[in-house]
């Protein structure tokens, strides 16, 4: 009760600032797990001139950091975090930028010209006036508490705030396909809610499921030792996590999920965008 009444004026009590551009923000009601990052993907990778931008959780950085420059990395992933350096590998004609202070790098991105935002995780930034995907788990959580007595950040009625609501398996769809695919696998992965993998993943021939927790800062050493015990032909693991493991000389095996958006859904993002300001 105390979390929520919290929340409920935080809602009620920001004034929202408008910052002259248009600003997409993908988000969800519950913690992680929802398809955030690939969502905003599929959705930003046929835009140019564009920013993305993140608090980039867990990063050993702490100010204002360009993890990118149009396909240009400049920084490591330890700074920049694995989910702001999948967003540079994946947008090669963005902008990415993680920073606490969203309406600072916002304001950032403006002075670089940049003509549309996108906001990963923002639906609760309620001072920054803002376009709203919220995102829709397929099974709806039969606990419907916010934290820590239940999975929601926040009333499961704001949904009501969002522009769109997007459900999983009616509005948008998981496509997954393996690349390098070998005999004997060893499922490595540290996403929030990894068991939802294993759906696509029944008739894979994996030797171990190691799960880390959400975010987990790999090293060599665990890796080798996780091999040692299981001998795999190769490591399967996410694109998230790969960009945390592709330094250590290993054989990857790749999960590779795609998100496909229904075209209502792309078609209300692009008027938003393409006649922003105009009326």
């Keep these: 009760m105390l979390y929520c009444i919290v929340v409920i004026l935080k809602r009620y009590l920001a004034k929202s600032k408008e910052l002259h551009i248009p600003i997409v923000s993908i988000g969800n009601l519950t913690l992680g797990g929802s398809g955030k990052t ?23 950085s702490k100010e204002l950091l360009i993890v990118s420059r149009y396909g240009d990395i400049k920084c490591s992933v330890q700074d920049s975090g694995d989910e702001a350096m999948l967003y540079a590998k994946s947008l090669p004609n963005a902008l990415v930028i993680v920073c606490k202070d969203r309406i600072e790098a916002i304001e950032y991105a403006k002075k670089e010209g ?8 923002a639906f609760h930034r309620h001072e920054i006036k803002k376009f709203d995907i919220l995102l ?9 508490f916010c934290i820590p007595s239940g999975p929601y950040r926040e009333p499961k009625s704001f949904a009501k705030y969002a522009d769109i609501v997007a459900k999983e398996d009616i509005d948008f769809h998981r496509v997954v396909k393996i690349t390098n695919k070998t005999d004997k696998m060893l499922l490595v992965t540290a996403i929030s809610k990894p068991q939802r993998l294993e759906n696509f993943l029944q008739k894979e021939n994996l030797v171990a499921k190691i799960y880390f927790q959400d975010h987990h800062p790999y090293t060599k050493d665990e890796i080798k ?4 015990r299981y001998n795999p032909t190769s490591i399967l693991t996410t694109r998230k996590d790969a960009v945390k493991l592709e330094d250590f000389d290993l054989n990857l095996s790749i999960i590779e999920l795609d998100i496909k958006i229904d075209d209502a859904i792309k078609d209300k993002v692009d008027d938003f965008i393409d006649n922003f300001g105009k009326f």
């Design 136 to 144: 829709e788990p397929k099974d709806e959580y039969k606990n419907s």
């Design 114 to 121: 940049i003509k549309a935002i996108f906001l990963d995780d």
């Design 225 to 228: 030792k996780l091999i040692k």
């Design 38 to 60: 690939p969502f905003t993907i599929s959705l930003a990778k046929d835009r140019k001139n564009i920013a993305v931008i993140l608090r980039g959780y867990k990063r050993e």
